[in-house]
């Protein structure tokens, strides 16, 4: 069913002594209102993905069929794309299952990123693998995961971390990772105010926690079950987990993100790695796509990118008369999209959007069946779904006009018009 790889052999494989959980319940609130109804891992992106998608396109590509997928804030989009769009062959013991928060340990959902794996330990005794692969589901990149679990194996880790190198000067944003010249974890710092210890052999770059965790099943048990006892504890990973392990000597070592390939990689594309945690930095993440040469390839044969596929029809373009024409540039348009003589330029439109007669829409991410009505001039938006635009409208040229009408504005200058709008 899927075009398979390893790197460093080129053959197609099966990854059987790891078990992956993608911690997909968080709520997203910096990117409110896309999370108003929705978890950030189910929010749109590039026009026909969700940000899931990547982290799932990542293991599968990478060999691993054995996904667990951990819900919890305003699933049911997120629960439906899963659904419909990642069946896999329980034939072959392959699934991508979900996992909806259950109170199984008590009466609280999940109260930091460790204890939501705790509260799911039960999937770990089950399919009792040599590994469990802790990843996060809402960040935009490419990785060969199997890359990063042979380093686990070489090293005889307990525990790794991805880590990606930053500008010492950004250190303050991150949490940052201090290794020592075997690229050992020596320290953990959350948004340190002090300049942070340097990557061995560059004193201009630092290390940033990517929140994707590699352990050996054992460690991880135990550790879980020593940080539940804990009762102030706020039972988070990079919060309490980590720094116990590191106090009682574990092995824990630190996967350079920079060196990881997959087939097909561009030059742009190594090390590339996007938190969209932010409106502004969601906008840009899909902005950048539509460069002629893009740092992310959406388009590569050989890493695909797979997504819920819908039965639409293709986009249409249609009118040329005089003024009245229907036209695209420097744009993503999906499928069932039909540009009805208006005019879009720098935009990402999800599947059946119309854009009607005289309209002018710039540097704008329109998602699921948006109708924009004629004479409308859109400029740096984002419109959420199913919200129709109605004739001679202006959105995102004025500020406080645009509050004015409810609408989030982003500290960069974004309008963003929420689902259920009513203009």
């Known amino acids: 069913m899927y075009n398979l790889y390893k790197v460093d ?15 997909a319940g968080g709520e997203g609130k910096r990117l409110l209102p896309l999370t108003k109804d929705r978890a950030k891992p189910a929010v749109p992106f590039g026009g026909r993905y969700r940000i899931i998608d990547f982290v799932l396109n990542n293991f599968i590509n990478s060999g ?17 794309h899963i659904t419909r769009g990642w069946a896999l062959s329980p034939f072959l013991n392959q699934y991508v299952d979900l996992a ?3 109170m199984r ?6 109260r930091g990123t460790a204890d939501a794996i705790y509260q799911n330990v039960f999937h770990i005794t ?16 490419k990785m060969d995961v199997s890359q990063m679990l042979d380093f686990h194996k070489d090293k005889n880790s307990d525990l790794t971390i991805s880590a ?15 290794v020592d010249e075997n690229w050992k974890l ?35 048990l135990s550790a879980l079950e020593k940080d539940e006892s804990f009762e102030n504890s706020n039972h988070d990973f990079g919060k309490n987990v980590i720094p116990m392990l590191l106090n009682d000597g574990k092995n824990i070592y630190i996967y350079n993100f920079s060196t990881n390939e997959f087939p097909g990689i561009t030059d742009t594309e190594r090390g590339y790695w996007r938190d969209v945690g932010s409106i502004d930095a969601y906008w840009q993440a899909n902005m950048d796509l539509l460069s002629a040469n893009p740092e992310l390839n959406l388009y590569s044969k050989d890493w695909p990118l797979r997504s819920f596929n819908y039965n639409y029809p ?9 003024d009245r024409v229907g036209m695209a540039t420097n744009s993503m348009v999906s499928e069932g999209c039909i540009v009805s003589g208006g005019s879009i330029s720098r935009c990402i439109l999800s599947p059946k959007v119309r854009i009607n007669s005289y309209s002018q829409v710039y540097e704008s991410i329109l998602m699921e069946n948006v109708s924009v009505g004629r004479y409308a001039k859109i400029r740096r938006a984002i419109i959420d779904k199913n919200v129709v635009i109605p004739p001679n409208i202006r959105i995102g040229y004025d500020r406080a006009e645009d509050e004015k009408r409810g609408f989030h504005v982003s500290p960069g200058g974004v309008t963003v018009v929420p689902k259920g709008s009513i203009l």
């Open 9 to 23: 052999k080129g053959d197609v494989m099966s990854i059987d002594d790891a078990l992956v959980m993608i911690l």
């Open 64 to 80: 691993f069929f054995k996904i667990k997928v951990l819900t919890q804030y305003k699933s049911d989009s997120l629960n439906k």
């Open 100 to 102: 909806p928060a259950q």
């Open 105 to 110: 340990t008590g009466q609280d959902w999940y």
């Open 126 to 141: 089950d399919e009792d693998p040599d590994y469990v692969c802790i990843f996060g589901g809402d960040h935009i990149y």
């Open 164 to 178: 990606i190198p930053i500008p010492i000067e950004e250190a303050s944003e991150f949490g940052i990772i201090e």
């Open 186 to 220: 020596v320290n953990f710092v959350e948004k340190p105010k002090e300049k942070p210890r340097s990557i061995p052999g560059n004193p201009n770059m630092c290390l940033a926690s990517m929140g994707n965790y590699i352990f050996n099943k054992d460690v991880l």
């Open 314 to 322: 293709p986009a249409k373009f249609i009118w040329q008369e005089g």
